[in-house]
């Protein structure tokens, strides 16, 4: 699978959208981009995928580049309850499901 | 659905014990694992399983034994605790093999003194 850079830590004010970004540079064609998020010390949730096309749902927006190398995540009106470590996982399907978690981005959400 | 369960979420150990974390998943999900997340270094996959009856190791699988005889469950299985192996230890499971989410319990905090 292919390995994925974030940022260690990001600040956005609450009501500001908060762009997360990840870097996924040798991510294959069958790869999908995942976006989790771990709220203090709970389990990570899911929040969103793509494989090439932007993506949105009720919690947020998945833009991924042209060339897939990388993407962002975005929550539109970022409230304190957003505060959380955010992982982006690329992973290939069918290969057993495994994700692998790297560090991810600490974001906080300033009132 | 009460979805992922772990038991118990806190136990303390001492070195050379031995014990079983308890996973179970009420949503009929064909793929289950679990993870071990220490400070500062995000979550790494210890075993998984495919189905029952099928275990596979992940990235740090020593020390642990896993087994899958029936769907629901998936127990991980310390035989002799070591201080390293004190971590935050963590369940989920999918749907199968497709772009399903993964669902994660709410971890269980083991300490080996």
């Known amino acids: 699978d292919a390995k994925t850079t974030q940022p260690p830590s990001m600040d956005c004010a609450e009501g500001r959208a908060a762009n997360l970004p990840c870097n996924h540079s040798?991510?294959?064609?069958?790869?999908?981009v995942y976006w989790y998020r771990q709220i203090h010390s709970q389990g990570p949730q899911y929040i969103i995928h793509g494989l090439k096309n932007n993506e949105t749902n009720e919690m947020a927006s998945l833009i991924i580049t042209e060339d897939r190398k990388s993407s962002t995540l975005i929550l539109p009106h970022a409230t304190l309850r957003d505060t959380a470590v955010y992982y982006c996982i690329v992973r290939v399907v069918g290969t057993g499901n495994q994700f692998y978690f790297g560090t991810g981005t600490s974001l906080t959400v300033i009132p | 659905n009460a979805g992922v369960t772990q038991t118990p979420k806190f136990q303390v150990l001492k070195t050379g014990q031995s014990m079983t974390l308890q996973c179970a998943q009420d949503m009929n999900h064909e793929y289950m694992s679990w993870y071990r997340q220490d400070p500062g270094m995000g979550l790494r996959l210890i075993h998984y399983?495919?189905?029952?009856?099928?275990?596979d190791q992940g990235e740090v699988p020593n020390g642990y034994n896993v087994s899958r005889s029936t769907t629901e469950d998936f127990p991980l299985r310390l035989l002799s605790a070591a201080p390293s192996q004190t971590s935050v230890y963590f369940c989920?499971?999918?749907?199968?093999?497709?772009?399903?989410?993964?669902?994660f319990g709410e971890g269980s905090r083991l300490t080996v003194l």
């Open positions: 399983s495919v189905g029952a009856g099928i275990t």
């Open positions: 040798t991510i294959s064609g069958n790869e999908y």
């Open positions: 989920a499971s999918s749907i199968g093999q497709g772009t399903g989410e993964l669902f």
